[in-house]
C-alpha cells in the first residue's frame, strides 16, 4: 500500500477540504500528537472556514527523534486526523485529511537551523506556537550561546528566531509575532516571555531589541483542552482503516472530538486570529484564569470526586460508570448543584461545560481506567475538590452531600482492608476481595498504613485534623466530622453505589 501524499491521496477519490499551497504563517515548535490533534486541527478549519490561507511549519523542539520529521515531510505534511467520541449521547467518529502543515524539519540536522532562521525573515510568519512539554519552558543559565546551532532550550530558540525577525525588519513595530504558549503550566506565555528576557541578557543583546521583542510581541498564555490518545494501538483496528483508505500513513492521529482553546490576550487580537471567523471553539480573553479554574473544578473535580467511590462498588472504567443511573447522577449533582455555584464564570457556560463533561466521559474509544486516575489523589482533591467544597460552605453555610461523600469515599479508597505497604504503594482489598494498589507521596500512604487498625471514627478525626494534607484542621467545619463518618460508616456496610444512591 503507497504511503499518504498528495497524489496518492488524490487517487482515493478523497473530495474532503484540502489546501495545497500557501504561504507559511505559522511556525509551530512541537510535532507530537497533541499539536497536531489539535492546533493544527483549527488551523485547518481556518483554511477552510474562514479563507485563512496559511500553512504551517513544524519545528522539532528536540532532537531524539529526527524520523518524525522524515515521515512528515515523506507524506508531505499530510496526515489523517479521527475525532472520536460522544456527543450529545451519539457516538462520533470523524475522519479529516490535515492540510495545513507545510513540513516539518528537525533544527539539530546540519543546515536545519538556518531552515527555521529563514522563516524568522519571511513577510508571511505571523505566529510561533508551541507545546514542549511541561519542561520545555524553562531557563538555565549558560544553556545556550547565541551563535549556537541550534540553542538548547525552547525559550532559547524562540529569542534567537525573534533577533532575526528584528534584524531582518529593523525592528518595524508592525513585525511583531503572536506567540502561543500551550505548555501545560501555569501562564506559560509570561514564564516563556520570562525566559526569553533572561536570554536576551545572557546573550547581551541590545536594549532596543529587548524593548521590541516585549512590546511588539504578544506572548500569550493559553489553556488547551482536548484528550489525544495519539494513535490506535490494535493492529487490526489500523489496518481496517488503512484499508478502507487506500493508503498508510505513518503519522495518523487520534482525538477526542472536544476541544477547547482559550487565549488570553490584548483587545482586537480575537480578529487578528482567524479562528473566531472559523467558528471553531478557540476564544480570546482578558484573563484565562477564571477558564482554568473551570477545568480544574469540573472536568478535573468530576474524575476525583467520584471515582474512588466507583472502584469500590466494581467499576473500573470512566465508561461504564456514565451507563450507571446512581455514579452519573451523583457526579451530575455534584457538577451541577454544589460546584459550579461557587465559579465566577457565566453559568450557562458553566453549565454546557458541565454538560459536555458526561459525553467526554462516556467515550465509546476510550478505556479510561479508575485505577489510573487515582494516582495522587490526596493532593488531587486538595487542590481539585477542596476548592469548592470550601466555597459551597462559605456562600450556603451548609455541608454540600456529594462533595463530603467524595471526602468520605476518598477515605474509604485508602483505608479499605489495608493488607501492606510495598515500596512502591499501598495494597488494600476491594469489597469484590481482588487487591489494588494505592500509589501517592510516601508520607500519604505512610499514614493511611500507621491507622490501618484505627476505628472509623479514629481514622476520620486522623484524616480531619491532618494539617499536611489539607493546610487546615477540617474538624473545625461545624458538623463536618460527624458527616464523614456517617457516610464512611454507610459506604463500609453499604456499599459504596449506595453510599452514593443516598446523596441522591
Request: hydrophobic share 40%.
Amino acid at each position: 500500500m503507497e504511503t499518504l501524499n498528495y497524489k496518492v491521496l488524490s487517487e482515493t477519490g478523497y473530495n474532503g477540504y484540502i489546501l495545497k499551497d500557501a504561504p507559511v504563517k505559522v511556525m509551530q515548535f512541537g510535532e507530537g500528537n497533541f499539536l497536531r490533534a489539535f492546533v493544527d486541527y483549527f488551523y485547518d478549519i481556518a483554511n477552510e472556514k474562514a479563507g485563512y490561507n496559511g500553512k504551517v511549519k513544524l519545528v522539532q523542539p528536540i532532537g531524539n527523534f529526527p524520523q518524525m520529521a522524515d515521515w512528515i515531510n515523506e507524506q508531505e505534511g499530510l496526515y489523517t486526523l479521527y475525532l472520536r467520541g460522544s456527543e450529545k449521547g451519539q457516538k462520533v467518529d470523524a475522519k479529516r485529511v490535515i492540510s495545513c502543515v507545510s513540513d516539518c524539519v528537525c533544527p539539530y540536522i546540519d543546515g536545519k537551523w538556518d531552515e527555521v532562521l529563514a522563516l524568522a525573515r519571511s513577510e508571511d510568519l505571523e505566529t510561533v506556537v508551541s507545546n514542549t512539554t511541561e519542561a520545555g519552558i524553562a531557563y538555565t543559565q549558560g544553556d545556550s550561546a547565541f551563535d549556537q546551532v541550534p540553542p538548547n532550550s525552547f525559550p532559547a530558540k524562540l529569542t534567537r528566531v525573534l533577533y532575526e525577525r528584528y534584524k531582518a525588519f529593523n525592528g518595524a513595530a508592525d513585525k511583531g509575532l503572536v506567540i502561543l504558549s500551550c505548555e501545560l503550566i501555569d501562564n506559560n506565555g509570561k514564564e516563556l516571555k520570562k525566559c526569553c528576557n533572561n536570554y536576551a541578557k545572557d546573550w547581551n543583546l541590545e536594549a532596543e531589541f529587548i524593548d521590541w521583542m516585549n512590546n511588539a510581541n504578544t506572548f500569550c498564555s493559553t489553556l488547551v483542552d482536548r484528550i489525544v490518545p495519539g494513535r490506535i494501538r490494535d493492529p487490526k483496528e489500523l489496518a481496517a482503516m488503512e484499508e478502507a483508505n487506500g493508503y498508510h500513513d505513518q503519522v495518523l492521529d487520534v482525538g477526542e472530538v472536544f476541544g477547547v482553546w482559550v487565549i488570553e490576550g490584548p483587545a482586537g487580537l480575537e480578529d487578528k486570529l482567524p479562528f473566531k471567523k472559523a467558528g471553531v471553539n478557540v476564544m480570546v480573553v482578558p484573563d484565562v484564569t477564571p477558564y482554568k479554574k473551570r477545568k480544574v473544578r469540573i472536568l478535573n473535580g468530576a474524575h476525583t470526586g467520584f471515582v474512588l467511590g466507583a472502584y469500590l462498588a466494581g467499576f473500573d472504567i470512566v465508561r461504564d460508570c456514565m451507563h450507571n443511573d446512581t455514579v452519573r447522577g451523583f457526579m451530575n449533582k455534584m457538577l451541577h448543584e454544589e460546584i459550579i455555584p461557587t465559579l465566577p464564570l457565566d453559568k450557562k457556560d458553566l453549565e454546557e461545560f458541565a454538560s459536555a463533561v458526561e459525553d467526554r466521559f462516556n467515550n465509546p474509544f476510550v478505556n479510561h481506567e479508575l485505577m489510573s486516575i487515582s494516582l495522587n489523589s490526596t493532593s488531587k482533591w486538595k487542590a481539585r475538590n477542596m476548592p469548592s467544597f470550601l466555597a459551597y460552605i462559605e456562600e450556603q453555610k451548609q455541608l454540600p452531600k456529594c462533595l463530603t461523600m467524595s471526602l468520605a469515599a476518598y477515605i474509604a479508597f485508602y483505608s479499605n482492608d489495608i493488607q501492606e505497604r510495598t515500596a512502591d504503594g499501598l495494597i488494600c482489598k476491594r469489597p469484590a476481595g481482588n487487591t489494588y494498589k494505592i500509589q501517592d507521596d510516601a508520607w500519604a500512604l505512610d499514614f493511611y498504613y500507621a491507622h490501618k487498625d484505627d476505628t472509623d471514627a479514629q481514622l476520620v478525626h486522623a484524616v480531619l485534623t491532618n494539617t499536611q494534607m489539607w493546610d487546615q484542621d477540617l474538624t473545625r467545619i461545624e458538623g463536618l466530622e460527624a458527616a464523614v463518618l456517617a457516610d464512611l460508616e454507610l459506604i463500609r456496610t453499604q456499599g459504596a453505589e449506595a453510599a452514593y444512591k443516598s446523596c441522591l
